[in-house]
T-cell receptor
């Protein structure tokens, strides 16, 4: 199977940390990605992780990968109102760069 | 200096018409893609071209025909538009088709069928 699943909604207070979770089923996934989509806009690549890594940090973003459980998470530190968006998890296997997306998590940041 | 640009941004048309969406990338990438995002925000790949050759062709009605005149351009022509074609269509590109190459997306074309 090639399913990618995410929770649909997350509400977080400004200044707190957000954690968005994702699970995938394809054990041949080599790369996992996080994209951000603001209203009316395209998808912005936030970060990605290779499957032989456990963690990747990039400024306020931390990606954790548990390959055994096929679980990926994105932590946003000090969440700001500009972080309100839909966040998509996606996996890619070996073949031809085909990205499989989750349904997206709507993150709402409240003051 | 837009990296991946699509035109038009909005397209409203009647059922049965034929329409085209254009995409251009100035990143020097070899591979381009079309994705469809439905009303529930679910994204699914439709086609991919690597250096003008079709490499991914998902289960898409043959009313949809992609064309890549050169590796910087990938257009999507849709014949006999149906209500179910209403969606946002995203173009993307990557350095090549290999695993791990991040894909860069355009801002989307919002297609509404009346």
């Amino acid at each position: 199977g090639e399913d990618v699943e995410q929770s649909l909604f997350l509400s977080v207070r400004e200044g707190d940390s957000s954690v968005i979770n994702c699970t995938y089923t394809d054990s041949s996934s080599t790369y996992l990605y996080w994209y951000k989509q603001e209203p009316g806009a395209g998808l912005q690549l936030l970060t990605y992780i290779f499957s032989n890594m456990d963690m990747k940090q990039d400024q306020r973003l931390t990606v954790l990968l548990n390959k055994k459980d096929k679980h990926l998470s994105l932590r946003i530190a000090d969440t700001q109102t500009g972080d309100s968006a839909i966040y998509f998890c996606a996996e890619m296997d070996h073949s031809w760069g085909k990205l499989q997306f989750g349904a997206g998590t709507q993150v709402v940041v409240t003051p | 200096d837009t990296a991946v640009s699509q035109t038009p941004k909005y397209l409203v048309t009647q059922m049965g018409n034929d329409k085209s969406i254009k995409c251009e990338q100035n990143l020097g990438h070899d591979t381009m893609y079309w994705y469809k995002q439905d009303s529930k925000k679910f994204l699914k790949i439709m086609f991919s071209y690597n250096n003008k050759e079709l490499i991914i062709n998902e289960t898409v009605p043959n009313r949809f025909s992609p064309k890549s005149p050169d590796k910087a351009h990938l257009n999507l022509h849709i014949n006999s538009l149906e209500l179910g074609d209403s969606a946002v269509y995203f173009c993307a590109s990557s350095q090549d088709s290999g695993a791990g190459q991040p894909q860069h997306f355009g801002d989307g074309t919002r297609l509404s069928i009346l």
